[in-house]
């Protein structure tokens, strides 16, 4: 297996414009995490999933932010209008059902100017 | 909220020396985990320990667990350049809830 796929790995954007960050999770995997890290805050999680359903998003920060699992092999997080506050590294992880260890792709970094 | 806290924050080691990192957290777990992090990477997990346990040994990475003092320690031994990394905890309070990290220790082994 190639591990959890990210994509792009780095994105420069300007302010206003509308952000898509995606994940291809480990095959057989139930559950699909997307954490945030920033030097000042760690690492947040923002959401997950549970076979392709939200289960809770309550560290999205505000409105701004959505995400998607249409179906088992992919996922989006989606950012518009993006802000600079915004910039960070983006991580998607997947595991399996028993919630054990997390394997996490290897990041998105998103600089917002 | 981020329930494991690692100690020190930053640790900078000669090769061959050992590397101890600390995490304390504050409620009832089901199980702790570690972590590493290179630079511009993704986490990579180490180990696991469960709660019932107190000890676990990994290569050269040992783990110990003390929850009467909500606690848990890695010890890399014989350290090596490319153990240079950030180093988290994160505990499982088990059920459906999900992992909660710390804000990580940096260790840096100069060769």
């Known amino acids: 297996d190639a591990g959890v796929i990210q994509s792009p790995r780095h994105e420069v954007t300007e302010m206003g414009q509308e952000v898509t960050l995606r994940c291809k999770p480990i095959?057989?995997?139930?559950?699909l995490f997307w954490y945030r890290q920033t030097m000042m805050r760690g690492l947040e999680l923002l959401i997950y999933f549970n076979n392709n359903v939200p289960i809770d998003d309550s560290g999205m920060p505000e409105d701004r932010f959505s995400a998607k699992m249409p179906n088992a092999s992919f996922s989006t997080l989606k950012i518009q209008p993006s802000e600079p506050r915004d910039s960070a590294v983006y991580f998607c992880?997947?595991?399996?059902?028993?919630?054990?260890?997390?394997?996490f792709g290897s990041g998105t970094r998103l600089t917002v100017v | 909220s981020q329930q494991g806290e690692e100690d020190p924050q930053a640790l900078s080691i000669q090769e061959g020396e050992n590397a101890t990192m600390n995490c304390s957290y504050k409620t009832s777990i089901n199980n702790l985990q570690w972590y590493r992090q290179n630079s511009g990477r993704g986490l990579v997990h180490l180990i696991l320990?469960?709660?019932?346990?107190r000890e676990k040994h990994s290569g050269r990475l040992r783990v110990t667990l003390d929850t009467s003092k909500k606690s848990s320690s890695l010890l890399i031994t014989a350290s090596r350049a490319a153990d240079t990394a950030s180093y988290f905890c994160a505990t499982d309070a088990g059920g459906y809830s999900t992992l909660t990290f710390g804000k990580g220790t940096m260790l840096l082994v100069s060769p």
């Open positions: 992880a997947s595991s399996g059902t028993n919630l054990r260890g997390y394997t």
């Open positions: 095959s057989g995997h139930d559950y």
């Open positions: 320990i469960r709660s019932n346990e």
